[in-house]
């Protein structure tokens, strides 16, 4: 049974959140420097075409959570297509061993993000909409900022733009990060899993979401592919993450953004800075800020049906007023 009664013309009993459509493809795109990265197609959309959709995960996310969220646009008119980041699910390691998560430096994955782009946006039809989800909105924005992409608009959910202790400025927690990745490999993870899988799997879900089946949908696939699972990011991906959040900080950088920008987050987050959030909500000057309170965790898009209903409903709405669908003038 499809979460949500998405489907389209699946067979019966089709799970968007556990299934690949059948005209779904699943390949690869390589990178500048010859790196592959995974890469989906989420297969072609019911008519009347509205635009193309590229969907970019978080930290340690893997492409295969998301399916029932692509499912949702596809049946709306878009066509969808996701991607993993370098390093991450099936687009191999960079850390120390096979759970960890690491980056050199965050303008790797920007480059990345911005040669994908371009590919997508020339081989898919207009209008293009970038969604991206905690670190992914974090460097869908950056890209942005940088004049690396330009989407029609830009939508993120928990953009990570600051990271917990929220108390605790970035220009203060970065210089700590930096001597605390130098007394080490860079590469080393951040910190350790208990050694009680069950309770690191209630932790985990107490962060993530209220609803205990969007989650276990996450473990199905887990125990189906394995290699997508990642557990801890390293001391070097903890620097260069704060490296790139005081770039978005400077004076001026986000008051010159032109593309239209929706916000969804949660004053109950304890991954990202909400107060961060805000703060470049308010900067931005074409951007609207939609904030939940204790109802919703930091996967506001795999949370309980009544909160993920009304924030696709806030994604359409706010598509609808930015985005001219094909052949008509935004409303």
């Not at 990271?163 to 203060?172: F, G, L, Q, T």
């Not at 390293?234 to 005081?246: H, K, P």
Request: proline share 7%; aromatic share 6%.
């Amino acid at each position: 049974m499809l979460h949500g009664q998405d489907a389209l013309s699946d067979p019966p009993g089709f799970d968007a959140a556990r299934a690949l459509p059948a005209d779904a493809v699943e390949g690869e795109w390589r990178a500048a420097d010859g790196a592959a990265i995974r890469l989906l197609d989420y297969g072609a959309p019911a008519a009347p075409l509205r635009g193309s959709i590229l969907f970019l995960p978080g930290r340690g996310d893997a492409y295969e959570k998301w399916l029932e969220t692509l499912a949702h646009w596809r049946a709306a008119g878009w066509h969808c297509a996701s991607a993993d980041w370098r390093g991450q699910a099936l687009s191999g390691r960079l850390g120390l061993g096979d759970l960890t998560g690491h980056i050199d430096d965050f303008a790797i994955w920007v480059d990345d993000l911005a040669g994908l782009w371009a590919a997508f946006c020339a081989s898919q039809p207009a209008p293009h909409v970038l969604v991206a989800h905690s670190m992914a909105g974090h460097l869908a924005l950056r890209a942005v900022v940088e004049e690396r992409v330009r989407p029609d608009a830009l939508v993120m959910t928990a953009p990570m733009l600051g990271i917990n202790p929220a108390w605790v400025p970035s220009r203060v927690l970065h210089p700590i990060a930096r001597v605390i990745t130098a007394l080490g490999d860079p590469r080393r993870p951040a910190w350790r899993g208990d050694e009680k899988p069950e309770l690191v799997r209630m932790a985990r879900q107490m962060l993530l979401t209220h609803d205990a089946r969007r989650y276990a949908d996450e473990e199905f696939w887990r125990s189906r592919r394995p290699l997508i699972r990642m557990g801890a990011a390293s001391w070097g991906w903890v620097e260069r993450a704060l490296a790139s959040i005081r770039r978005l900080e400077r004076r001026g950088v986000l008051e010159a953004v032109r593309v239209p920008v929706l916000m969804l987050a949660t004053r109950a987050d304890r991954l990202v800075s909400w107060p961060a959030i805000a703060r470049a909500a308010r900067r931005l000057p074409h951007c609207e800020l939609v904030a939940y309170g204790p109802e919703a965790r930091h996967e506001i898009l795999r949370e309980v049906d009544a909160v993920r209903d009304h924030a696709l409903g806030a994604i359409a709405a706010f598509l609808d007023r930015t985005v001219p669908a094909r052949g008509r003038p935004a409303a």
